[in-house]
């Protein structure tokens, strides 16, 4: 359910509708594209050869992950291209009628062949690449996180209460939680830099390669060293952060940390020029939909599970997903309440 709303959220922005337009319905099949997605990332975490042994190419020819690649490639290009071609259509056919709402599809196209503000012209590789960027960069990420929030939640009833009770505090009567209202939900945004902290969605960031020599710690790293970053560690050094397996928000309070790669103990979201440029979107599309999920619904474990029973392991692959799904049943706010008794731990 969650992945499929933040995917939802992405086509939106991206595409203009929910299904991601031509490229979401193929042959009547509404989850096509959802499928492909999983194929791309799937492809994307497997063991490649010439990553490690540059010249070694031709091992992923014999173990098939070329002919994998290739085909994928050629499936999300037709995608692009279908969805390009359907928004210059439609793009000639709102000429003369009503304009609707633009999505980034069209932004980016209005750009293709003049000098945008960055003072170059977006080629259309340039524009695949930027849809590309935004729906394997995007969703994933939110609904991991989303979901390792949700499950920390059910774990620890007392941060739960208290969320609940920010959210009672700041959106009143109202029948939902508008983007508006995100500012004054402080404690919230706690929430979610812990849920970071303990489960970064892209554990190991994105590789890189040293550019020169350098030394590290004693050690001699030539250039062109594949680098992998292990911000999990880093999150949980015990150096570093008090009780660091323990789920706290307010630590978050005490001690001001910069999420955006400034700080170097903290880096869910990279660090330096590699880093993550969909982060504040990304919080947004978080805040928003943790804070309705709790304020319009009192969320509970199915029947005989206690908090404690709850899975926490990490699944492999490229994005860390939880191994075991969260299973919850949403009720009516009165329904549930948060105990804090012992037992429930
Ligand atoms: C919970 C939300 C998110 C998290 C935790 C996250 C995390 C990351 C991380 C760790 C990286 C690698 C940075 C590095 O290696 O230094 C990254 C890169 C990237 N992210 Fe995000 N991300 C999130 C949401 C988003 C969203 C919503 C978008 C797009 C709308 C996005 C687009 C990208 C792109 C395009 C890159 C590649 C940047 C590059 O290689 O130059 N991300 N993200």
Redesign the pocket.
């Known amino acids: 359910m969650v992945f499929a709303l933040s995917y939802n959220v ?1 086509c939106r ?1 991206v595409f203009g509708d929910r299904h991601g337009g031509g490229a979401g319905v193929y042959h009547g099949r509404r989850n096509w594209f959802r499928e492909v997605m999983a194929e791309t990332q799937a492809i994307v975490a497997e063991f490649c050869a010439a990553d490690f042994f540059p010249g070694w190419d031709w091992i992923d020819s014999t173990t098939g992950h070329r002919a994998r690649l290739e085909r994928n490639f050629v499936v999300v290009n037709g995608i692009y291209e279908r969805v390009i071609e359907e928004h210059l259509r439609r793009g000639k056919e709102e000429d003369d009628g009503d304009r609707r709402e633009e999505d980034l599809v069209d932004v980016l196209l209005r750009s293709h062949g003049e000098a945008g503000d960055g003072g170059f012209p977006a080629s259309m590789d340039y524009v695949k690449g930027i849809m590309a ?2 729906l394997f ?2 969703t994933d ?2 609904s ?2 989303i979901i390792w929030t949700m499950t920390e939640l059910m774990k620890n009833p007392r941060v739960m209460a208290k969320l609940k009770q920010e959210l009672e505090d700041v959106i009143g009567n109202k029948s939902k939680v508008e983007e508006t209202d995100l500012e004054q939900l402080q404690y919230l945004k706690l929430v979610i830099k812990e849920a ?1 902290r303990l489960h ?3 554990p190991l ?2 590789p ?1 390669e040293t550019l020169e020599p350098c030394k590290i710690e004693g050690y001699d790293i030539p250039a062109k060293t594949l680098v992998f ?1 292990n ?1 999990s560690a880093i999150a949980r050094d015990p150096k570093t952060w008090k009780n660091h397996n323990e789920f706290c928000p307010e630590r978050f309070d005490l001690v001001g940390v910069d999420s955006k ?1 400034q700080d170097c103990n903290y ?13 504040d ?3 947004v ?2 805040e928003l939909v943790l804070a309705n999920l709790l304020y319009c619904f009192a969320w509970c474990l199915p029947d005989g599970m206690m908090p404690r029973d709850v899975d926490m392991e990490g699944a492999r692959g490229l994005t860390m997903h939880k191994k075991v799904p969260l299973c919850l049943i949403a009720k009516s706010k009165s329904l549930c309440n948060y105990s804090l008794h012992p037992s429930n731990f």
Do not use: H, K
């Not at 880096?267 to 982060?279: D, E, L, T």
């Open positions: 992405m922005t960027d935004m960069g995007g990420t939110t991991a996180t970071l970064p969605p892209s960031l994105i890189r970053i911000a790669g880096v869910p979201f990279g660090v330096g020029r590699r880093s993550c440029p969909g982060a979107f990304g919080a599309v978080m």
